[in-house]
C-alpha cells in the first residue's frame, strides 16, 4: 500500500485524536516499518490493519467507523491533492463509475507499483449506482468512507447498502448507492 495513504491516516489521528495516539499505536503495531511511512513508498496493507486495530482498542471505537472516518477523510485529501482529477467532474455518481477506468487508471500511471481495488460498474442511473468491489487486501469499510467522502464532496445525498458475493472462491462486496436528494 503506498505510504501516501499511511501518512494520510497518521494525520488524521494526530488530528482527531493527539500526537501521543499516534507514537501509541506505532508502538503497539510493532510496525516492520517502524511507522516511519513516506508518501511515494510502498508498505504492507497489514500496518494499516494492525494500526486501525491497534487504534480501535485505545479509542474504543469500532474498526468499522474509524475506516468510514477515515475513507472521507482520505476523500478530501485527495480531492485536495489531485485537482486534475476533478476537472469537469460535476457529480458523485459519474465520478465513481469511473474510479476503474478513470480515476485509479491515472494512479497507476504515477504509481506504476499500486496496489489497486477492482471495481465493476453494474447499474448507472441518475437515481442509482451499482459498484462491485474486489480486493485481495478487503477495505470494504475503507471504500465505503471514500464514497461517502465522494458524496460530501459533491454535495449530494445516497443511501448506501451492501451485500456479499460469493463467486468461485472470491468474495466480492456490491455496493447499492440510492440517490436520496
Ligand atoms: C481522486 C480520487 C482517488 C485517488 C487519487 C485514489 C488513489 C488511491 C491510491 C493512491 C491508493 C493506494 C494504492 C496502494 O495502496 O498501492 C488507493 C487505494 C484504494 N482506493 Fe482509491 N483513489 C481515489 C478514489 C477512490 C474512491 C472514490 C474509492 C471508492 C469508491 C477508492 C477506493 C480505494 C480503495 C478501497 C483502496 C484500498 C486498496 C484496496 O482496497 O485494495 N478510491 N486509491
Keep these: 500500500m503506498k505510504g501516501v495513504v499511511f501518512t494520510e491516516f497518521l494525520e488524521m489521528v494526530e488530528d482527531r485524536f493527539s500526537a501521543e495516539m499516534v507514537d501509541d499505536i506505532i508502538e503497539d503495531s510493532e510496525l516492520p516499518s517502524g511507522g516511519a511511512y513516506t508518501a511515494v513508498g510502498t508498505y504492507p496493507h497489514s500496518e494499516m490493519v494492525s494500526m486501525v486495530v491497534a487504534l480501535s482498542q485505545r479509542s474504543g471505537m469500532a474498526v468499522r467507523d474509524l475506516l468510514l472516518a ?49 471495481f465493476t460498474v453494474e447499474e448507472h442511473t441518475q437515481q442509482r449506482l451499482i459498484l462491485v468491489y474486489n480486493s485481495p487486501r478487503h477495505f470494504e469499510d475503507l ?39
Design 70 to 118: 477515515f475513507g472521507q477523510h482520505l476523500f478530501g485529501r485527495f480531492a485536495h491533492g489531485y485537482p486534475a482529477f476533478f476537472k469537469g467532474q460535476t457529480h458523485a455518481f459519474d465520478f465513481l463509475a469511473g474510479i476503474e477506468l478513470v480515476i485509479h487508471a491515472e494512479v497507476l500511471k504515477l504509481y506504476p507499483d499500486a496496489q489497486l481495488p477492482r
Design 143 to 181: 471504500a465505503e468512507g471514500l464514497m461517502r467522502g465522494c458524496m460530501a464532496h459533491f454535495g449530494e445525498h445516497a443511501e448506501i447498502s451492501r451485500s456479499v458475493l460469493y463467486e468461485n472462491g472470491v468474495q466480492r462486496e456490491r455496493f447499492v448507492l440510492t440517490r436520496t436528494t
